[in-house]
């Protein structure tokens, strides 16, 4: 199982863009990236999925270099509704996901 | 995305009673569910994972015989916590896999807050 490896805390100020580093050295061929967002006291919530290159969608931008050993979630301009934890994980398929610390981004106004 | 539901949200109970947390897919079918445990300021701790229609696979150091898990169908598992206690105190979280396009996505509950007096 790839371990995931990222900053323990940020802090940011809204409207600016965050960039979040995840490391995963040991990726299998078959594993995707995948970013969840948590708020405290709920489960995750799914942000953004991808395997190779940039992946974008209404709320982030993954990207993802050709080693696939690291990927960045970005989050344009912030708002404080994104204070939350944001965990980045890798498997295929049915495979159990082993969580990380998460990265705690905290908004400042 | 798919939707994960969780029942009860919430639990109080004394210590040395049980209780039966149930975890649904409500738009698709996952033979396969994981259980997590999550302390306050933690990351989640893979518990189990529930297989439908065989028995649970536990991860290290989680008791299987306090932690009854069982996958009657293809859309319901359930995590028993037996004859609780404080320290079994916790937020319980599922998850399911499920297919979407070219890949497949593992979504989670809204998770259950247990507390055990």
């Known amino acids: 199982l790839a371990k995931t490896t990222q900053p323990i805390s940020m802090d940011s100020y809204e409207g600016q863009e965050v960039n979040i580093t995840c490391s995963h050295n040991?990726?299998?061929?078959?594993?995707?990236i995948t970013w969840y967002q948590q708020f405290p006291s709920q489960g995750p919530r799914f942000i953004i999925q991808g395997y190779k290159t940039k992946v974008t969608n209404e709320v982030a931008s993954l990207f993802i270099p050709a080693d696939r050993k690291s990927s960045t979630l970005s989050l344009p301009r912030v708002s404080l509704s994104d204070t939350a934890v944001y965990y980045c994980?890798?498997?295929?398929?049915?495979?159990?996901?082993?969580f990380g610390t998460g990265t705690r981004l905290q908004v400042f106004p | 995305g798919a939707v994960v539901s969780q029942h009860p949200s919430r639990v109080i109970c004394k210590s040395g009673t049980s209780v039966k947390i149930e975890c649904r897919s409500l738009d698709f079918q996952a033979t396969t569910m994981f259980w997590y445990r999550q302390f306050p300021k933690q990351s989640l701790m893979l518990m189990a994972t529930?297989?439908?229609?065989?028995?649970?696979?536990?991860e290290q150091g989680v008791e299987k015989d306090k932690f009854l898990i069982n996958h009657a169908s293809l859309t319901l598992s359930t995590l028993t916590v037996t004859s609780a206690h404080p320290e079994d105190s916790s937020f319980y979280i599922c998850?399911?896999?499920?297919?979407?396009?070219?890949?497949?996505?593992?979504?989670f509950g809204p998770g259950t807050r247990l507390t055990v007096l």
């Open positions: 529930s297989n439908e229609g065989s028995k649970a696979t536990y």
């Open positions: 998850s399911a896999w499920t297919s979407g396009g070219r890949t497949d996505t593992q979504y």
């Open positions: 040991n990726i299998a061929t078959n594993d995707y």
């Open positions: 994980l890798v498997g295929f398929n049915t495979d159990k996901l082993i």
